[in-house]
Nanobody, 121 residues
């Protein structure tokens, strides 16, 4: 079982910044990727950004250049620095981890509870 603890959501004005954090713990052998999805009311959950253990990152077109994902392998933690926030960034942000876990040593996907980000205009 893998547990994810998210923090850093909140209310911010357009143009402002927030930093999300997500720490993974549990029976992790090795993390493959960690990242963030978001889901706005009435919309499907979408990928925001993800980062592999080696450091390569992918971003949604809508956030590229404004958001930066980074990771701390020693702490099994991923961060999402969100700058120049827009009202359309308002959503519940979910952390996820894809990792090799015991006792099966197979790849599993686990999700956090979600943290609300609200950007006012």
């Amino acid at each position: 079982q893998v547990q994810l603890v998210e923090s850093g959501g909140g209310l911010v004005q357009a143009g402002g910044s927030l930093r999300l954090s997500c720490a993974a713990s549990g029976n992790i052998v090795a993390i493959i990727t960690m990242g963030w999805y978001r889901q706005a009311p009435g919309k499907q959950r979408e990928l925001v950004a993800r980062i592999a253990t080696g450091g390569s990152a992918n971003y949604a077109d809508s956030v590229r250049g404004r958001f930066t994902i980074s990771g701390d392998n020693a702490k099994n933690t991923v961060y999402l620095q969100m700058n120049s926030l827009k009202p359309e960034d308002t959503a519940v942000y979910y952390c996820y981890v894809n990792a090799l876990t015991t006792p099966t040593f197979t790849s599993t996907n686990d999700w956090g509870q979600g943290t609300q980000v609200t950007v006012s205009s």
